[in-house]
């Protein structure tokens, strides 16, 4: 596939994704927080089963151990950095709530999961410069994974009073940074195996940070272990059958 082929298809998981998510919380209308915390636990999984089944293993794949781990710690980093610097979370709790914060926390997870987006982009990207079914599988798990998150974006802009067609369209808007990863990833990752092998670990471990960070820890906080538990594992046992199918 060509660079704007994978742009696109990175454009793809990303805005129809969210896209998906934010038209799915207009029917939901008030998901409660049990109901939140157990899809972001899903996406974790995964998330999760992108990271160890995919990423990591098409990495060392690439260019061996030392190049895989160099980009995880890179992408770890990075975003340990940047979550430092612009923080954010996924949950509302009742006391932001009666303080009338809704439209400011919708706007915070639009910036911070567009932010989030770019490397999973770059996953989509790296995994077609790596081969189209390496690519296909990530594209198709990652917009999975968006529909979570595109309602996390779209619950608390509901609250604040926007109406069904503006939540859904900031929902979707927040998936386009995926397509310029997408386009990043292509064309590093073609330079060579080893800066491919780079750019799947750091996609990598910005995945895993943003997983143990903040999805694990807001699905706990609003869903309760086993909820969580529940969601994690449908999320990674539905990952490896993907991975397995593509």
Known sequence: MNWLEITAMGMFAGVVGTGAGGLFSI??????????GT?????????????????IVESIGQSGVGAALIGLSAGMLIFYLLDHYLPHRHIITVEEA???????????????????????GLAIGSGFAGSADLGLA?????????????????????QAGY????????AALSGT???????????????????????????AGAMLYIVCDELIPDAYESAGAHLSIFGIFTGTFLGILFTEWF
């Open 177 to 203: 940074p995926m397509g310029i990863g997408a386009l990043v990833g292509a064309l590093v990752g073609g330079i060579s195996a080893f800066i491919l092998a780079l750019s799947l670990g750091f996609a």
């Open 163 to 170: 109406n069904s067609s503006k939540v859904i369209v900031v």
């Open 39 to 55: 899809i972001l636990a899903f996406a974790a999984g995964i998330m999760m089963s992108i990271v160890f089944l995919e990423l």
């Open 98 to 120: 009666h303080l009338g914060s809704y439209l400011k926390k919708g706007t915070l997870l639009a910036l911070g999961i567009a932010l989030h987006n770019f490397p999973e």
């Open 27 to 36: 029917f939901v209308k008030k998901p409660t927080p049990r109901f939140t």
């Open 138 to 158: 990530l594209t198709l798990l990652i917009g999975l994974h968006n529909i979570p998150e595109g309602m996390a974006v779209a619950a608390p802009l509901q």
